[in-house]
């Protein structure tokens, strides 16, 4: 029940916050948000300035550059009922020109039909930078008269035309390369203009009638498999794209800090799993399986949490997840780097998400090789509290929940600025909304005035004061210009190295390797700098600009009291070969403390391609210890790498009773890991474990593997569990029947009559009637034979396409004037509900958890999801038909594609299907969710369910 209603808060991450009408109900005209008691928010510009804002950027004039999204899903929407530009979407320039804190001036700066759904936008120089699927479209004004003179396809090749999942901003970081964030709708095959190209997929699609196919396990031109979403940086000119990290749900944006930082919030998947991580440079942040084949769903094992299954935080190669943080919908994100606010908030991690009606606020700390996030929690907020406590009957009435924030930024004047696309909820696949209604809210200090600052970039003093400057795209201004003038700005530099903001001296190290030897001389003292933060600024700017010498840097670095520090060492030595990297690898192995996960996935990353020489240098230099023996380090960097040389080692240790069983179950893992013939041996060895933990463990493996990395292995094993779909060869043969070229109507008739008897025959009826090979007589002709069936799924699917009929037995409003009451509401989800979804530990997880359905969505937005649940169908969870060779049919979700195919059908049971059984796959347009009349529920029910639905955490209950 309920696949609609988690669209966008589970399925989504830009956040598309659309509404119903208003009805009536108009924005506040004052702000009504909560911040520190030392600031305040205020309006700065709203509708109809502009409409529907999906993200800003601020120019050196300190004017706001906002992208619409008025056309948002125009496929799927009614345009002559809402808002609309048939011209295309829009970028505009908003000002305050009187200095009162006002926007008063609004212009259009370009409207283009190549602009679909725009997510991003960068304002560097005269160059407006707008990212939207499948390109980055820079349009460059010469003449400085707020039109563009010029229109460039920078890049293209990217998927998500019109789709949330699509291409995000682009931002400009402290080395003066351009950054991008993109999410998982591909496959992306992007060509930059060096020629290099980029080609990243996974198992995911859907969302969008564009976004029909994907490829996972795709080779791009470095020779690496990148996944899913991906943040890359490329040099202005358009050349030199590298990935920085990979396998991401949907990052709405990026942010890169003066130290050369990386920063998201990725949205969760049917879970309460959004998470704002710091990226490690080449890191997979481990959404899919490492190729993108399977989804985390079909690789969950047994005993992990979904949190832990969704992020695979338990196998090695992954980032650190960063921190969890349950439900949501995150947008932009950026680092207040400036002291205008007051120092208490200079570092802080600002954090956009819709969902939740806040921005977090994150005082992140260095903490090993990594960062604490822990602190987190909402800083602005329409709400006054988490809204996790929020119940439905406070929101119904309360327009506190449509702040909407799709954007974060720092002005020039060191004010936040956040977009607001404000409306009462959060949808993914169709837009409800006629007004379009927007806003931006300026936060700033109760007692001292912020003013936007006259930057002269003529002049040296205009450009350390742009350099300086609180907006990020302002200071790359500054870095460009100071740049230009080369060696002879050193001396002024050097006095920014005197800064008492961290931030400032990390830009200048990033500018100070960029103006020749000199420079780079000053760069090498800075390794020695008392900031442990500031000497890895150093190694990355060195690394960048002075390659040569990475050796000699990185060995003086390799015992750096800082872990941290060391960290990056083990990054930049990634695609150092080992015979030269060893030696200094060895010293960071030596400063590993056995639990700093950060380090460990950093060293993991440095030795990528290089296990086997690592462990034989580790275990030589070691006097080859027993296995049993490990300490707590070496057998971490073992199941971190688990090269293919140490099988033996593992097996031993897996089978050690002297061991703790948590040890012993981690080198199954890292067996698991190794996609070798003597790795499916060693496992098949510990099935006869007398530990009934080893041997389960051992099982699962065989059985997943067997169908992946051991499947040429294990052809001769079999698995208790093993269940093949019987042939069907009758309903094959009436479909043939019913395809071939030369078949009459006649004939035609009677093959479907045929396939209508069985339900194997049904579902090929129904890939037809998808097909639209099926004319509208026989189907009403077919109905009601098809619709004879006991199975509400079944029907609810049969229905969709052969019951002419199939409409609504209520409506939204009828069932909200009713009284509800939550107790019949809890036994009538009991009765209905937990064969599909989960509150708490009761319930299956074929459809979303719903323990916090409460906190993303409102009473009558969880009523639309049970009322119209084919609506709109969440990402991820759009409903496939596979056809097999032998002539069996299978509906359900699809949880792997490419060599294997994974299906999990509407009652929750796995099908493993090798890919060579696969007789094609189709898509349905539909929900697995039955609409009310089959399941069936009376608009009484209806209420009592949304009710119950609504409550409290505490009272959400089974």
């Known amino acids: 029940m309920l696949n609609r209603i988690y669209v966008s808060l589970l399925g989504i991450s830009l956040i598309w916050i659309l509404a119903a009408c208003r ?99 960068s304002v560097i120089g005269n160059k407006v930078i707008v990212s939207c699927s499948p390109s980055v479209i820079v349009y460059t004004d010469d003449d400085g008269d707020d039109k563009p003179d010029n229109k460039e396809v920078f890049l293209t090749g990217f998927g998500g035309l019109d789709h949330d999942h699509g291409l995000h901003t682009g931002v400009a970081g402290p080395d003066g390369k351009w950054y991008f964030i993109v999410g998982n709708a591909g496959p992306h095959v992007v060509t930059d ?99 993108g084949i399977r989804t985390w769903r079909a690789e969950r094992r047994p005993g992990q949490t979904i949190q832990t299954a969704h992020w695979h935080q338990e196998d090695p190669g992954v980032m650190p997840v960063g921190k969890i943080y349950g439900p949501g919908a995150p947008t932009g994100i950026v680092v207040n780097e400036s002291d205008a606010l007051g120092k208490a908030y200079r570092g802080m991690l600002l954090s956009a998400d819709a969902g939740r009606n806040a921005i977090f606020g994150y005082p992140f700390k260095p903490e090993g090789a990594g960062y604490d996030l822990s602190a987190g929690s909402p800083f602005i907020s329409s709400t006054g509290i988490d809204n996790e406590r929020y119940r439905w009957n406070d929101v119904d009435e309360n327009t506190k929940k449509w702040f909407r924030p799709s954007d974060v930024a720092i002005g020039t004047d060191g004010a936040i600025y956040v977009a607001d696309w404000y409306d009462p909820i959060v949808g993914g696949h169709q837009m409800m909304d006629s007004i379009g209604f927007g806003r931006i809210y300026r936060i700033a200090p109760k007692r001292k005035k912020l003013v936007t600052p006259t930057i002269d970039l003529s002049e040296t003093s205009g450009q350390i004061e ?31 190295l005197e800064s008492d903001n961290p931030y400032h001296r990390a830009r200048t190290v990033w500018l100070l390797v960029q103006l020749g030897q000199e420079g780079i001389r000053k760069a090498v003292e800075i390794l020695e700098d008392e900031d442990p933060q500031i000497r890895l600024t150093a190694l990355r700017a060195l690394k960048q600009a002075d390659h040569a010498h990475l050796l000699t840097y990185a060995d003086q670095l390799a015992n750096d009291p800082s872990p941290a520090v060391r960290r990056e060492v083990a990054l930049a030595l990634r695609d150092v070969p080992f015979e030269q990297s060893g030696p200094v690898i060895m ?47 070496l057998a971490a960097i073992v199941w971190e790498l688990h090269p293919d040389n140490a099988v033996s080692a593992l097996e031993q240790r897996a089978l050690n009773e002297k061991l703790a069983i948590d040890d012993r179950k981690k080198a199954i893992v890292a067996l698991g890991f190794i996609p070798t013939r003597e790795a499916a041996a060693s496992m098949r060895e510990l099935l006869a474990s007398t530990n009934q933990d080893v041997a389960g463990s051992a099982q699962w493996w065989l059985q997943f593997r067997k169908t992946n990395d051991w499947k040429s292995y294990l052809e001769d094993w079999h698995s208790p569990t093993d269940k093949l779909l019987e042939a069907q060869p009758e309903a094959l043969a009436y479909y043939q029947q019913f395809k071939k070229d030369d078949a ?45 069936d006991n199975d509400r799924n079944f029907n609810a699917l049969t229905a969709h396409y052969f019951d002419a009929d199939d409409t609504t037995l209520f409506s939204i409003d009828q069932v909200a004037e009713l009284s509800p009451d939550p107790d019949k509401g809890k036994t009538l989800f009991i009765a209905n509900c937990i064969v599909c979804h989960k509150i708490g530990t009761v319930g299956q997880e074929i459809g979303p958890d719903l323990t916090n359905i409460h906190t993303r969505f409102d009473r009558k937005t969880i009523l639309d999801g049970i009322i119209h ?21 299978l509906y359900g979700l699809l949880l792997s594609d490419g060599p294997v195919v994974t299906v999990m059908d509407t009652y929750g049971k796995q099908y493993v299907i090798d890919a060579s059984a696969v007789a094609g796959k189709r898509h349905l347009n539909t929900s697995i969710m039955p609409p009310p009349r089959y399941i069936p529920i009376t608009a009484q029910d209806a209420a009592d369910v949304s009710a119950y639905l609504s409550l409290s955490d505490k009272e959400l209950t089974l």
Request: aromatic share 8%; net charge negative; glycine share 10%.
């Open 193 to 291: 203009k060096s020629g290099w190209t980029l080609r990243a997929g996974s198992v995911y699609t859907g969302g969008t009638p564009y976004n029909k196919e994907n490829m996972p396990a795709q080779q791009s031109d470095d020779g690496k498999i990148w996944t899913g979403g991906l943040v890359f940086r490329i040099n202005p000119d358009g050349t030199g794209m590298e990935v920085l990290g990979h396998n991401f749900r949907n990052s709405y944006e990026v942010a890169v800090d003066s130290y050369g930082n990386m920063w998201q919030s990725d949205n969760d998947d049917e879970v309460d799993a959004c998470r704002t991580s710091w990226i490690m440079e080449g890191s997979n942040a481990g959404f899919f399986s490492r190729t």
């Open 744 to 788: 009459g109507p006649e004939d035609k008739k009677k093959a479907a009559r045929q396939l209508a008897g069985s339900k194997t025959g049904k579902l090929y009826l129904i890939d037809l009637a998808a097909a639209g090979l099926l004319p509208d007589s026989l189907k009403a002709e077919l109905a009601d034979q098809m619709l004879a």
């Open 869 to 889: 649940p084919a609506a709109a169908v969440a990402f991820g969870s759009e409903p496939y038909l596979v056809l097999l060779k032998n002539g069996a049919a």
């Open 466 to 496: 742009a350099f300086l400057n609180p907006a990020i795209n302002v200071r790359n201004q500054g870095f460009e210009r100071l740049k230009a003038q080369g060696p002879q700005i050193l001396p002024a530099l050097t006095k920014l």
């Open 587 to 633: 010293k960071l192995i030596d400063g590993f403390d056995g639990e700093d996960r950060a380090y460990l996935n950093a060293l993991g990353i440095a030795l990528e391609g290089k296990e086997r020489e690592a462990y034989s240098a580790l275990m030589s230099r070691d006097g080859n210890p027993e296995p049993e023996n490990w300490s707590i380090a």
């Open 23 to 121: 009805s009536g109900n108009e924005p506040q005209t004052e702000p009504n948000l909560f911040v520190a008691d030392d600031l305040k928010a205020t309006v700065w510009a709203e509708s109809p300035m502009f409409y529907n804002p999906t993200n800003m950027d601020v120019d050196i004039r300190g004017r706001i550059w906002v992208t619409e999204a008025v056309n948002y899903r125009n496929f799927n929407n009614d345009s002559t009922k809402h808002l609309s530009h048939p011209a295309g979407d829009r970028v505009l320039i908003l000002e305050d020109t009187d200095g009162d804190g006002i926007a008063d001036s609004s212009k259009v700066f370009i409207q283009d039909k190549d602009i679909v759904s725009p997510l991003g936008i």
